[in-house]
Nanobody
Framework: VQLQASGGGLVQAGGSLRLSCAAS????????MGWFRQAPGKLREFVAG????????YYADSVKGRFSVSRDNSRNTVYLQMNRLKPEDTAVYYC??????????????????????WGQGTQVTVSS
């Protein structure tokens, strides 16, 4: 699976952006997807995740209520809608794919090591 993230840019605090992550291949619907971000000098951190069927979503406490993750399996794309952006949201945002097991898969959605494929990242800069 190859992932291509897009939609980043410069926005003022309080504004919105929508990130997209397009996946190649026919097995996109087999993958749970995650969004992570990394600010300069900081570790990569989990932002949001969504199960392969889209029925379950997960969020970091810092973005809960402001960000929304969704996916369109017919378009092989996952989205991250970011509202009420803050300067501390400034980072490079990455999408990642986890091959979800059939049946119960209790993967640790916030752990980068659980993800098999990564996109190249898109820069989000929020000015104050």
């Amino acid at each position: 699976v190859q992932l291509q993230a897009s939609g980043g840019g410069l926005v003022q605090a309080g504004g919105s952006l929508r990130l997209s992550c397009a996946a190649s291949g026919r097995t996109f619907s087999s993958y749970a997807m995650g969004w992570f971000r990394q600010a300069p000098g900081k570790l990569r951190e989990f932002v949001a995740g969504i199960r392969r069927s889209g029925d379950l979503t997960y969020y970091a406490d810092s973005v809960k209520g402001r960000f929304s993750v969704s996916r369109d399996n017919s378009r092989n794309t996952v989205y991250l809608q970011m509202n009420r952006l803050k300067p501390e949201d400034t980072a490079v945002y990455y999408c990642a794919a986890h091959l979800e097991s059939h049946g119960v898969d209790n993967y640790h959605y916030a752990d980068p090591l659980e993800y098999d494929y990564w996109g190249q990242g898109t820069q989000v800069t929020v000015s104050s």
